[in-house]
């Protein structure tokens, strides 16, 4: 089996309604339940967490040790859960500082705490994409995978498409 390592960043995935403050608030990483829900083995579910922030809310410091972190990583192959707002630029620079590695980042639009979310869909079909994409940085999004510089989002239908 083929060792993944798994990192959760925060971002909309991880937000759920705080009824105090009438506010989404990053709260503790998903990743680990929705893929142990999928039935995925405890022996391959290692999560750190890294950030808990809104993507928007990254400085290029902390952006910087993201990539340092992936790049370290002990596995060749990496999924990361990440905002979606800043996703490629965290990608870019992931590419430039951890070539040979297999890397995965994948969001939500919505809260996967929300109705309708997209999260457990956007993880599984990414954990699934790490395991058998070659080496490069990717996307995974709505049931497409690109390499990042392919993506774009358009916040006007909350989607990301092709951008070539």
Do not use: C, W
Not at 16 to 42: E, F, N, Q, R
Not at 67 to 74: G, I, L, N, R, T
């Amino acid at each position: 089996m083929t060792k993944i390592n798994l990192i959760a960043t925060g971002g909309t995935l991880d937000k759920h309604y705080s009824a105090i403050t009438g506010t989404l608030d990053v709260d503790d990483p998903v990743l680990h339940k929705v893929l142990a829900d999928a039935g995925v083995g405890p022996e391959e579910l290692t999560v750190s967490s890294f950030l808990r922030k809104d993507s928007l809310d990254i400085t290029p410091d902390e952006r910087a040790d993201l990539a340092e972190f992936v790049a370290s990583a002990p596995a060749s192959r990496v999924l990361i859960t990440h905002g979606t707002d800043t996703m490629g630029e965290t990608a870019e620079l992931i590419a430039r500082l951890a070539p040979g590695k297999t890397v995965v980042l994948t969001g939500a639009m919505v809260p996967y705490k929300v109705e309708s979310s997209d999260a457990a869909f956007n993880i599984g079909f990414a954990y699934a994409a790490v395991q058998l994409l070659p080496p490069g940085v990717y996307i995974a999004m709505h049931g497409r995978v690109l390499p990042h510089a392919q993506y774009r989002k358009v916040r006007e239908i909350g989607r990301f498409v092709p951008s070539k």
